[in-house]
């Protein structure tokens, strides 16, 4: 069964930056589209990112020109790279396939705040 690990938390001022990791175990990983989701409290989990075998990408309005999602297969990770980073983009930040399939992980929290 795929397992989902992800990384690179924390606590950052507005206007900073962070890298998330989601290391994943299986050799299935690479033919999945893959996301990063995110949940506030009191809301739903959304799709913030997602990118492809194929390395094509999508982005939520809401990060687009600040977030970047990249993927090394051969590592079987799938990477999110955020700037500029807002106190709405407080968190719980998870990565699965997209549409998901897989079982959730722990996620990563990302707080925002000076």
């Known amino acids: 069964q795929v397992q989902l690990v992800e990384s690179g938390g924390g606590l950052v001022q507005p206007g900073g930056s962070l890298r998330l990791s989601c290391a994943a175990s299986g050799s299935a990983f690479t033919v999945f589209d893959v996301g990063w989701y995110r949940q506030a409290p009191g809301k739903q989990r959304e799709l913030v990112a997602a990118?492809?075998?194929?390395?094509?990408?999508n982005y939520a309005d809401s990060v687009k020109g600040r977030f970047t999602i990249s993927r090394d297969n051969s590592k079987k990770t799938v990477y999110l790279y955020m700037n500029s980073l807002i106190p709405d983009d407080t968190a719980v930040y998870y990565c699965n396939t997209h549409p998901s399939l897989w079982p959730w992980g722990q996620g990563t929290q990302v707080t925002v705040s000076s």
């Open positions: 990118i492809t075998p194929g390395y094509s990408t």
